[in-house]
């Protein structure tokens, strides 16, 4: 069985920065898809940022693209989102999610996920 266990949520001003992490165990982490999603409450999840194991490639949602880093270090099994100048819209729930597919064709999708952290508080006040 995966496990997901994300850190490094909080609370930080507009304009600030934070790394998440997302410790992964069960599964060979190096041909692991990792993916960001956020969510807030009576929205639906949506994605953030994704490393799949397979293309070598990164992908961002539009909203985050140039703000966001999504990183993997298959060495400690982490993938790691450092997200700077933060906005009171990213404020989320943000959960990290693993696959192990290849074809990447979806990786912004909720279902291409097989497995989903608890996921960690972000908030930026207005």
């Known amino acids: 069985q995966v496990q997901l266990v994300e850190s490094g949520g909080g609370l930080v001003q507009a304009g600030g920065s934070l790394r998440l992490s997302c410790a992964a165990s069960?599964?060979?982490?190096?041909?692991?898809?990792m993916g960001w999603f956020r969510q807030v409450p009576g929205k639906e999840r949506e994605f953030v940022a994704a490393?799949?194991?397979?293309?070598?490639?990164?992908y961002y949602a539009d909203s985050v693209k140039g703000r966001f880093t999504i990183s993997r270090d298959n060495a400690k099994n982490t993938v790691y989102l450092q997200m700077n100048s933060l906005k009171p819209e990213d404020a989320a729930v943000y959960y990290c999610?693993?696959?192990?597919?290849?074809?990447?064709?979806?990786?912004?999708?909720?279902?291409?996920?097989?497995?989903w952290g608890q996921g960690t508080q972000v908030t930026v006040p207005a």
């Open positions: 999610a693993a696959s192990g597919r290849f074809d990447t064709s979806n990786v912004r999708a909720v279902w291409w996920y097989a497995h």
């Open positions: 069960g599964r060979t982490f190096s041909r692991t898809a």
């Open positions: 490393t799949p194991w397979s293309d070598g490639n990164t």
